[in-house]
């Protein structure tokens, strides 16, 4: 695609888009009476406009049934998590078996983990990137202690070579071959927080079945974001949040997915709740957890309703388009912020994120060498929300739902201004 550094042209790519009307349908901080530059769409998504209106309509139902609710409300409480299961299958390429709306990112890789780290012998080793996101860190290091190892021996962390930036692919598929018979699972992050790198997550399953590992991935800031099949690409499990690209709020509830293949097997281990339980069996009240044959017997409680609103609001704006629709897009918006921000030569920094389109997710990492606080402070005070990251990145995200070329220009000439 050939870009120009020009506001006429942004404009007349906004025009062209088919995807511009869905900026309509969220709500932007102001700044000076105007809608902000919004660039953090990888850390919380915005508002859904009808968000309110769906929150008001359980609150109304809650009111007019109260318990009864459960079974009388427009959407029943007691299967109000279904709503979101054929929705997610399409996002992130699985089954509707495979996949369930339930808790926050990290219990549901702990929860996970639990059943597919399941060390023995010689085979107790764990494979991630170096440098994940810090949650990842804390669960892998303590799912490795919960079982009696040392995370200094049974943590295999990969990094970039001497001197780069991102992790070369037949690196990690060569720590997975060295690794071995004593690998027990491969845990990666979809799309590297830091860096915006996408991995290949086919290719990582593959070669970690071939030595006989599990393969699971914190899809964090992939899901909403990169075209996934998991079922496809045999990935054993997954988890991820929604409060990103999928524009639930803060705290909103996260996704799980389990191979049909693990979800279907009585004998692949989970722990037991109650809303996971065979809901034919669920009200007998007795001893003895029957787990449901779908990803929800790893559910642990009944939905959070309140919580789940905007998880709604916004999965109805997702059914308007597709993935690979937003994807299209994503990648001309990030190509239109990498081709002016390697324009800009009067600011100390270098871009860290891969240049080709299919090794990075919805981000532009910008690696600062020194002024990089003071650069993202005067963002901020010109109406630029961006995400700083320590120690010395800024993250810019064109989200495809919302920002425009027109976005990505206005940023452009904020930045030749300092």
Same mark, same amino acid.
């Given at each position: 695609? *050939?870009?120009?550094?020009?506001?006429?042209? !942004?404009?007349?790519?906004?025009?062209?888009?088919?995807?511009?009307?869905?900026?309509?349908?969220?709500?932007?901080?102001?700044?000076?009476?105007?809608?902000?530059?919004?660039?953090?769409?990888?850390?919380?998504?915005?508002?859904?406009?009808?968000?309110?209106?769906?929150?008001?309509?359980?609150?109304?139902?809650?009111?007019?049934?109260?318990?009864?609710?459960? &079974?009388?409300?427009?959407?029943?409480?007691?299967?109000?998590?279904?709503?979101?299961?054929?929705?997610?299958?399409?996002?992130?390429?699985?089954?509707?078996?495979?996949?369930?709306?339930?808790?926050?990112?990290?219990?549901?890789?702990?929860?996970?983990?639990?059943?597919?780290?399941?060390?023995?012998?010689?085979?107790?080793?764990?494979?991630?990137?170096?440098? !994940?996101?810090? @949650?990842?860190?804390?669960?892998?290091?303590?799912?490795?202690?919960?079982?009696?190892?040392?995370?200094?021996?049974?943590?295999?962390?990969?990094?970039?070579?001497?001197?780069?930036?991102?992790?070369?692919?037949?690196?990690?598929?060569?720590?997975?071959?060295?690794?071995?018979?004593?690998?027990?699972?491969?845990? &990666?992050? /979809?799309? %590297?927080?830091?860096?915006?790198?996408? &991995? =290949?997550?086919?290719?990582?399953?593959?070669?970690?079945?071939?030595?006989?590992?599990?393969?699971?991935? =914190?899809? !964090?800031?992939?899901?909403? %974001?990169?075209?996934?099949?998991?079922?496809?690409?045999?990935?054993? &499990?997954?988890?991820?949040?929604?409060?990103?690209?999928?524009?639930?709020?803060?705290?909103?509830?996260?996704?799980?997915?389990?191979?049909?293949?693990?979800?279907?097997?009585?004998?692949?281990?989970?722990?037991?709740?109650?809303?996971?339980?065979?809901?034919?069996?669920?009200?007998?009240?007795?001893? /003895?957890?029957?787990?449901?044959?779908?990803?929800?017997?790893?559910?642990?409680?009944?939905?959070?309703?309140?919580?789940?609103?905007?998880? %709604?609001? @916004?999965?109805?704006?997702?059914?308007?388009?597709?993935?690979?629709?937003?994807?299209?897009? @994503?990648?001309?918006?990030?190509?239109?912020?990498?081709?002016?921000?390697?324009?800009?030569?009067?600011?100390?920094?270098?871009?860290?994120?891969? @240049?080709?389109?299919?090794?990075? /997710?919805?981000?532009?990492?910008?690696?600062?060498?020194?002024?990089?606080?003071?650069?993202?402070?005067?963002? *901020?005070?010109?109406?630029?929300?961006?995400?700083?990251?320590?120690? %010395?990145?800024?993250?810019?995200?064109?989200?495809?739902?919302?920002?425009?070329?027109?976005?990505?220009?206005?940023?452009?000439?904020?930045?030749?201004?300092?």
């Amino acid at each position: 695609m *050939t870009y120009e550094a020009s506001l006429s042209y !942004a404009q007349e790519q906004d025009q062209l888009d088919p995807l511009y009307g869905f900026r309509e349908r969220f709500l932007f901080p102001q700044h000076e009476g105007k809608d902000v530059v919004y660039f953090c769409g990888n850390s919380l998504g915005l508002q859904p406009k009808s968000t309110a209106y769906l929150m008001q309509n359980e609150l109304e139902d809650w009111a007019k049934h109260g318990v009864e609710g459960h &079974f009388r409300a427009r959407n029943p409480w007691f299967s109000y998590h279904h709503i979101f299961t054929e929705r997610l299958s399409k996002i992130v390429g699985a089954k509707t078996n495979e996949v369930v709306a339930m808790n926050t990112l990290t219990v549901n890789l702990h929860l996970l983990m639990i059943s597919f780290y399941r060390p023995k012998g010689e085979r107790y080793k764990i494979i991630m990137e170096a440098g !994940a996101f810090p @949650s990842d860190q804390y669960a892998v290091e303590t799912q490795v202690r919960m079982h009696g190892y040392e995370p200094e021996d049974a943590i295999i962390e990969i990094t970039p070579r001497e001197g780069a930036h991102i992790i070369e692919e037949e690196d990690i598929l060569k720590a997975i071959e060295d690794a071995g018979s004593s690998l027990a699972l491969v845990m &990666f992050g /979809g799309v %590297n927080y830091y860096t915006g790198q996408f &991995f =290949d997550l086919k290719a990582i399953t593959d070669a970690a079945h071939k030595v006989g590992a599990y393969a699971g991935f =914190d899809l !964090a800031h992939a899901v909403g %974001n990169i075209p996934l099949q998991l079922h496809d690409w045999n990935v054993d &499990f997954a988890c991820w949040c929604s409060y990103k690209y999928l524009n639930s709020g803060p705290g909103a509830v996260g996704g799980a997915y389990v191979h049909e293949h693990h979800a279907s097997n009585p004998k692949t281990f989970r722990l037991a709740g109650w809303w996971g339980n065979d809901e034919a069996t669920r009200f007998k009240m007795e001893k /003895g957890f029957i787990p449901k044959d779908t990803a929800e017997s790893w559910q642990m409680s009944n939905a959070q309703v309140f919580n789940m609103v905007a998880h %709604n609001a @916004s999965l109805d704006i997702y059914d308007k388009t597709t993935i690979t629709a937003l994807r299209e897009k @994503s990648e001309k918006l990030t190509g239109y912020m990498e081709y002016l921000l390697k324009d800009i030569t009067e600011l100390p920094f270098v871009i860290i994120t891969p @240049s080709h389109p299919q090794r990075r /997710g919805c981000q532009i990492s910008m690696l600062f060498t020194e002024r990089g606080r003071e650069v993202f402070e005067k963002l *901020t005070e010109m109406g630029v929300v961006a995400d700083w990251r320590e120690p %010395n990145v800024i993250r810019i995200a064109p989200v495809p739902l919302y920002n425009t070329f027109e976005d990505v220009y206005r940023f452009y000439e904020v930045l030749k201004s300092f």
